[in-house]
């Protein structure tokens, strides 16, 4: 009785789920194909989030995000099409020009008068070409910026762990470069990651900073992440901060940096020109 009760329950769900499954199975597979030759149809657009100093207000860095508006698929979220072009490889390529957008434009901003970071971020993917680092390198070279105002940001859910993978992000760091875990809270061994990987911000998760609501129970996990950065020595940066009563609870926690609809959402390259413009005019 009990067998058949549980095949009764079981059978319907499976159904739905190989559906849907076979839904998103095409689907995956005609945005790789629009992947392919996207560079060369220029379908992509980097926008920029600022980061803030939580205690100024001052614009000190910002993320690169990336864009895709294609000819059939319209405007595709990244959280769409990032994971189908991890599978596929076209990541490499679509990120080494991400790079490269990103650093021409820090030079930009740095040549302009203003003193900002620029953070980009990195599939393991990617991190599995050996010559990335090399290649990073000559970028910032060619550009004239230093190579301390580049943050790579590896998400902790993509289990970077690959000795390959490490020895990039090893030697990036040693000539210079950021390393930045990102949504840090949320992969599977968060703690094991700091012990394995060179790291210098850690980048609350969104799900966190959205649990501040003035209770010491919302707060837990947030003041954990901070607590530790703290005794690392790392900067920590808070995701998804929307509101000026998480702002100031993260200011309070020891938070040195916020990220998020509050500030900015993700813009061109000349709205955050006029941002740091605009603090530099309250402050003086
Ligand atoms: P992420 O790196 O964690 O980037 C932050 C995401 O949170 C962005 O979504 C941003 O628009 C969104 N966000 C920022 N502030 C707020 C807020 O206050 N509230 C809410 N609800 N959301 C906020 P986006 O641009 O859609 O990117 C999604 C993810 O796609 C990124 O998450 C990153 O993992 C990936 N991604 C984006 N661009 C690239 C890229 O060039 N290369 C790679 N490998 N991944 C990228
Ligand atoms: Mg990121
Ligand atoms: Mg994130
Ligand atoms: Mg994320």
Redesign the pocket.
């Known amino acids: 009785i009990a067998m058949s009760h549980a095949a009764r329950s079981v059978t319907p769900t499976f159904v739905i789920h190989e559906a849907s499954m076979n839904d998103r199975r095409a689907l995956d597979a005609a945005l790789a194909e629009a992947l392919e030759g996207a560079l060369q149809r220029d379908e992509f657009t980097?926008?920029y989030?600022p980061i803030v100093d939580l205690a100024s207000g001052r614009v000190v860095a910002a993320?690169?995000?990336?864009?895709w508006q294609n000819r059939l698929h319209g405007s595709v979220?990244?959280?769409t099409f990032?994971p189908v072009a991890?599978r596929s490889g076209e990541?490499v390529g679509?990120?080494r020009w991400?790079l490269e957008q990103a650093v021409r434009q820090l030079a930009a901003w740095r040549a302009a008068g203003a003193d900002l970071s620029v953070t980009?971020?990195?599939?393991p993917r990617?991190l599995q070409e050996p010559h990335l680092a090399r290649d990073v390198l000559t970028l910032l070279a060619k550009a004239g910026v230093p190579a301390s105002s580049l943050v790579v940001?590896v998400?902790e859910s993509a289990m970077v762990e690959d000795a390959v993978e490490v020895a990039v992000l090893r030697r990036l760091r040693s000539a210079g470069v950021k390393i930045a875990i990102?949504?840090f809270g949320t992969g599977y061994s968060s703690l094991q990651y700091l012990t394995r990987l060179p790291v210098d911000v850690l980048?609350i998760d969104?799900s966190f900073v959205a649990r501040l609501d003035g209770t010491a129970e919302g707060a837990a996990i947030a003041e954990a992440v901070i607590r530790l950065a703290q005794i690392l020595r790392l900067t920590t940066v808070a995701?998804?901060?929307?509101n000026q009563g998480q702002a100031a609870e993260l200011l309070a926690l020891g938070s040195e940096r916020g990220?998020?609809?509050?500030f900015s959402?993700?813009v061109a390259p000349e709205s955050v020109s006029a941002l740091v413009a605009r603090r530099a005019d309250l402050a003086a």
């Not at 993320?63 to 864009?67: N, S």
């Not at 980009?120 to 599939?123: I, Y």
């Open positions: 980097v926008l989030q993320e690169a995000l990336l864009r979220s990244p959280a990032i991890e990541i679509i990120g991400v980009v971020n990195v599939s990617q940001e998400t990102d949504d980048k969104r995701e998804g901060v929307e990220q998020g609809f509050l959402r993700p």
